[in-house]
């Protein structure tokens, strides 16, 4: 499976642009880059996802490198809830091996008032 | 929509005791996964079902761990007998389709202590 790298941990300033990269050089044609953060003492959350143009969406955006093998997430202006773990994972086309994309350790966002 | 529905949200239990969690997917979502997440080993996937049929069970770690779901909007997910290296979180999720571009909404979870 392809898997991902991400910084274990990054901080932000309140109200600052944030930048999340993600690491992805095994990605196959067929993957989809997805995106999901937890809260503390919540499950996951659905957050962005995307295939080979940049995408937005109400909560970020997603920049993806033109060979696709890196990516990044981007707050426009961190909130101190934006303070959460956020998960980079590949999702295939065929969901054979549904959910055997792991969510590795994810990047812990600290955001400082 | 209320999301996805988890019972309980904690349950502590003795070793070797039965354990059931319980889950509640969105109206009309054809795919529920269970997850089971920890400090040493993180989040992973426990087993996941199609149309209430199970279609990978390999993350399912021994034969004490069970999941059924008898209809589209309830599953349950057993521990018999339980061990102290269960505790955990539990999540349930669930998902409207598959493939690349499926999202997937997750419950609160269960936080499981086994004492």
């Known amino acids: 499976d392809a898997k991902t790298t991400q910084p274990n941990s990054m901080e932000s300033n309140e109200e600052e642009p944030v930048h999340l990269p993600c690491n992805h050089s095994?990605?196959?044609?067929?993957?989809?880059i997805h995106w999901y953060r937890q809260l503390p003492s919540q499950g996951p959350e659905y957050v962005i996802h995307?295939?080979?143009s940049n995408v937005n969406n109400r909560m970020a955006s997603l920049a993806i490198a033109e060979d696709r093998k890196s990516s990044t997430l981007i707050l426009h202006r961190a909130t101190l809830r934006d303070a959460a773990v956020y998960y980079c994972i590949l999702r295939g086309g065929l969901w054979t091996n549904a959910g055997k994309s792991t969510f590795g350790d994810g990047t812990t966002l600290t955001v400082k008032p | 929509d209320a999301g996805v529905i988890q019972s309980p949200r904690h349950e502590v239990t003795e070793m070797g005791q039965e354990v059931t969690l319980r889950c509640k997917p969105i109206s009309g979502h054809d795919y529920l996964f269970w997850y089971r997440q920890t400090m040493m080993r993180g989040l992973e996937l426990l087993i996941y079902?199609?149309?209430?049929?199970?279609?990978?069970d390999s993350g399912m770690p021994e034969d004490r761990f069970s999941a059924k779901m008898p209809n589209a909007s309830f599953s349950t997910l057993k521990i018999q007998p339980s061990e102290p290296r269960d505790s955990a979180v539990y999540f349930c999720?669930?998902?409207?389709?598959?493939?690349?571009?499926?999202?997937?909404?997750f419950g609160a979870g269960t936080r499981l202590s086994v004492l």
């Open positions: 079902f199609n149309n209430n049929v199970p279609i990978d």
């Open positions: 095994t990605i196959s044609g067929t993957d989809y």
């Open positions: 999720a669930s998902s409207l389709v598959a493939g690349a571009k499926n999202i997937q909404y």
């Open positions: 995307g295939l080979t």
